[in-house]
Structures are given as structure tokens and as C-alpha cells.
């Protein structure tokens, strides 16, 4: 499964890129808003940061045409561009002209496995059921992904399904365990991934030796 980071900021790219655990990046509207920034340059410095996938969403939803022409602009912005269409009628159709072009898209705000069907059929490039935010509407996000993944399976869809939403570290194991081809986390859920508590009681116990046993040996000189 490639691990993605869901964030617009530079910082938190970086630190996480330095790992080498990152394969791509996930923006939406509201997180490049959280930059404050002139929008095409935060978006432009991740796709240069990052080596690989960089979803860049749409945001003028005006009319079928004005999103296929913002999604011609977002994906011209870098070879790893990847855009982002909502799970709309005008989301489809623009989705499904922007594939014809030979550009990647990514279907989102997906919330159960009749609209992941939907995503596939018009060839996508990724599928993003929000799986938090399926939970928040008190529904089970985990098991509408082992659905989606069950269906991909079965039918040969080649749209990779990304687990989106992702909140605690749980939510990645079982998206890794029902088959996800990617998850996206926020930069917290990266942090708390790294963590165990044996670890650290563990690298404190080997340096607390290892400090003694130079002692030892200085002592012994
Ligand atoms: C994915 O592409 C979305 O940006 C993201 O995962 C949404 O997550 P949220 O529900 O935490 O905002």
C-alpha cells in the first residue's frame, strides 16, 4: 500500500519526504486555504517536493466545461499531477473527458461502494472513499472500503482505491488489511504511526548500557 500525505504544507512534506516512506500527496480546498497563499504556487512547490502523485483538486464547479478547462490547467502544472473531480454528475462527465485526454483523475468525496462503482466506470486513476467521515455519520467507513476493494477485485477495475479520511493509526492497518492500494494520512497520523512505546523504553535502555559500559571501560584504562 503507498502511503500519501493529506496536506498542502510545505514543512510538513518535507519532514515526512525525509522518512522515505512517501509516495504522493493529497490537497483539497480547505487545506491549501489553510496555507494562506496564492493557491497555483503551493501547488506548484508540492509538485516540484514531491516525487510522486499530487492530487490538485478542482474548485471552479460553474459548469462541466469550467471544471475540465481548470482540470486541463491543474494537470499541465506538473507530470505528477493528479485532479481531483468530486462524485457529481458534472464531477463524472468532467472526469470522464479529462480521462479521454489521457489525464489521471481522482474521483473524491466518495462515501459507499455504489459511487466507487461509479468512479471505475468512467476509468479513473483513483477512487477516495473518506472513511472518517463516513464513521462521523455514525456508518462503518472500514467496511465501505472492504466492500469497494471486494468489487474492484471481482469486477478487474484498475482504479486504485486510496483510503481517505484516515484519522488514528488503526484506520491505516485496516485499510492495508482490506486491500487499500493507497492511504492517505494528515501529518499527525504519519507522527503517530512511527511511535510505540517499547521503543522508546527500549533505545532508552540500550543507550543507558551502552553509556555505562563506556564507563566501565574509561574506568578500566
Ligand atoms: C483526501 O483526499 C481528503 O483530502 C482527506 O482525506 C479528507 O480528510 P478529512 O475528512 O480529515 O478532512
Redesign the pocket.
Known sequence: MRL?L?TASIEEIREINRWGVLSGV???P??VAREHGDPDAVWKEILSEVDGDV?L?VTDLSTPSAMVEQGRRLAAMGPNAVV?VPMTPDGLETGKLLTKDGIRI?V?LVFSPAQAILAAEIGAYIV?P?L??ID?AASDGMHALRQICEIYEVQGYETNV?A????HPMHVVDAALAGADIA?L?YDVFTKLVKHPLTDVGLQSFSADWQRLQEELKGGA
Open positions: 500519501f493529506d493529497t490537497t483539497n480547505t487545506l492530487s483538486e481531483k481522482n473524491t477516495s473518506f472518517g467521515r462521523d486510496l481517505a479520511s484516515l484519522r492517505t494528515p
